[in-house]
């Protein structure tokens, strides 16, 4: 079985989309400055290959190539189209052009709100030399961190990042706190998440148990979801360390589905677990406290 990595994101500063031409912002900075990115090695089978710390190679990898964001509108608004276009390129500024395929899709975009409460996995259209580009909408005013996923060819996989912020009053933030329960209603499934042991530094198996919240049925009819049985996206409290996960049993229909991880340390983390059934996917999330 594949252990995993989890790519540490230093955002201890946060940008917002203003102080370049049309939102541009530079994501090169390292060292505890905003931008700072890390890599992390994927698997193209069950699970993803990851490793307890990012190594020196992964670092001389991912600082070998940077990114760069940019909204079409340098002050966005919540609930009204943005798009965010994300230029690769190598260290000296040139495009990179080729990307492998990671489970159907070149590159995988996380955005999540800094409280953690709004979470959306999408997927940038390659437009070619090393341009993706995606339209989405912001849900509220409010802090936002973007998490580019994507695999230059030849130098393993790697995330980018950066914050943004949206126009207008922002709400209250929502307190991170541990679930009470690790059971979740969602679009008529019961889903129970359940680990073997929980603890930092050791790999663990996470379990999504799946059942028809009103029969209690186990649900057995799972779709594939991006070439799996689903995707588990997590990151900690402060929003600063992101692991993508992939099934043990890609081939699996339900209604259990397998998940190896390793919790770099303890403290809370969101788990978000991702399935589809009869054509629609499904997102179930749990806040966790590791010891």
């Known amino acids: 079985m594949k252990k995993m990595i989890f790519s540490i994101l230093l955002t201890t500063a946060v940008l917002t989309a203003c102080g370049k031409s049309v939102g541009s912002m530079d994501q090169t900075m390292k060292g505890g400055t905003p931008g700072a990115t890390e890599s992390a090695n994927h698997s193209d ?35 009204q189209d ?81 914050w943004v912020t949206t126009q207008g009053s922002v709400p209250e933030q929502k307190a991170i706190l541990p679930d009470a329960s690790l059971t979740q209603i969602v679009d008529g499934k019961e889903v129970t998440l359940t680990f073997d042991h929980l603890m930092a530094g050791m790999e663990l198996n996470l379990n999504f148990n799946m059942k028809d919240a009103q029969t209690k049925q186990p649900v057995a009819d799972l779709q594939p979801y991006l070439g799996a049985v689903g995707h588990v996206v997590i990151l900690n409290q402060e929003g600063g360390e992101y692991l993508h996960v992939h099934p043990l049993e890609e081939k699996a229909s339900g209604p259990d589905a397998k998940f190896m991880a390793t919790f770099p340390h303890s403290g809370v983390f969101k788990i978000w677990g991702q399935f589809q059934q009869n054509g629609k996917v499904f997102t179930v999330p749990f806040v966790i406290n590791v010891p």
Do not use: C, R, W
């Not at 001389?60 to 079409?72: C, I, N, P």
């Not at 000296?92 to 959306?120: A, T, Y």
């Open 45 to 79: 089978k069950g699970g993803m290959d990851h490793k307890a710390m990012v190594t020196e190679a992964d670092k001389t990898k991912a600082e070998l190539v940077k990114a760069t964001f940019t909204l079409s509108n340098a002050k966005p608004l919540p609930n």
């Open 82 to 162: 943005t798009t965010i276009t994300v230029h690769i390129q190598d260290k000296d500024g040139m495009s990179i052009d080729k990307f492998d395929v990671q489970h159907e899709k070149k590159m995988h975009f996380i955005v999540v709100s800094k409280d953690l409460s709004f979470f959306n996995h999408i997927h940038p259209d390659y437009k070619g030399k090393g341009e993706f580009t995606v339209t989405t909408q912001f849900p509220n005013a409010g802090e936002f961190e973007l998490i580019a996923d994507f695999v230059p060819s030849g130098l393993g996989a790697m995330t980018k990042t950066e």
